[in-house]
């Protein structure tokens, strides 16, 4: 299984763009990168999902290079209700179905 | 739809006793998963399901059992409760083969003392 490394935590204000970076040079062939948010006290919620190049969705984008051993999570204009924690995920949806979560980034969007 | 669903969402255990999770779907998903999350840390996977009455081992899966014996349904057992199991305990589930978003519950506070 390809193993994730983000930063621990970023701050940002209101209206900038946020991008969180995520690691996992050992990703396989297979791998598909998957983001989820989590606020306090709830359960992650899924964000955004790619394989390689450029996917984008109504919430964020995800910005996968060549090689496939990073991804970006591209934030447009945040608000405080994104403060959360980002989590990004590797895993095979054809084979073992086994997710693991990395630590995540905690993003603080501040007024 | 109800999405799924997670019982109890509170309980306070003594060390050594026993419980069951129960974790429900009605989304007709194939796959399900339980993971743990202690405080300030990420999701630790411990035990999940490709399918009805299957079940295999995560990260963390010692002093945990599970069963899925209807699809709908995935439980979680602690045969004998440590204060280490105090955690939120969170149920997921995928609908099939080659889909990769997971479905969360609103997940379960496990306190063991």
């Known amino acids: 299984l390809a193993k994730t490394t983000q930063p621990i935590s970023m701050d940002s204000y209101e209206g900038q763009e946020v991008n969180i970076t995520c690691s996992h040079n050992?990703?396989?062939?297979?791998?598909?990168i998957t983001w989820y948010q989590q606020f306090p006290s709830q359960g992650p919620r899924f964000i955004i999902q790619g394989y390689k190049t450029k996917v984008t969705n109504e919430v964020a984008s995800l910005f996968i290079p060549a090689d496939r051993k990073s991804s970006t999570l591209s934030l447009p204009r945040v608000s405080l209700s994104d403060t959360a924690v980002y989590y990004c995920l590797v895993g095979d949806v054809s084979g073992t179905y086994k997710y693991i979560f990395g630590t995540g980034t905690r993003l603080k969007v501040l007024a | 739809n109800a999405g799924v669903t997670q019982t109890p969402k509170f309980r306070v255990l003594k060390t050594g006793q026993s419980m069951t999770l129960l974790c429900a779907q009605d989304m007709n998903h194939e796959y399900m998963y339980w993971y743990r999350q202690d405080p300030g840390m990420g999701l630790r996977l411990i035990h999940y399901s490709v399918g009805e009455g299957t079940t295999a081992k995560g990260e963390v899966p010692d002093g945990y059992n599970v069963s899925r014996l209807k699809k709908q349904n995935f439980l979680l057992g602690l045969e004998s409760a440590a204060p280490s199991q105090t955690s939120v305990y969170f149920c997921a589930s995928i609908l099939r083969r080659g889909h990769y978003e997971q479905y969360f519950g609103p997940g379960t506070r496990l306190t063991v003392t």
């Open positions: 050992n990703i396989a062939t297979n791998d598909y």
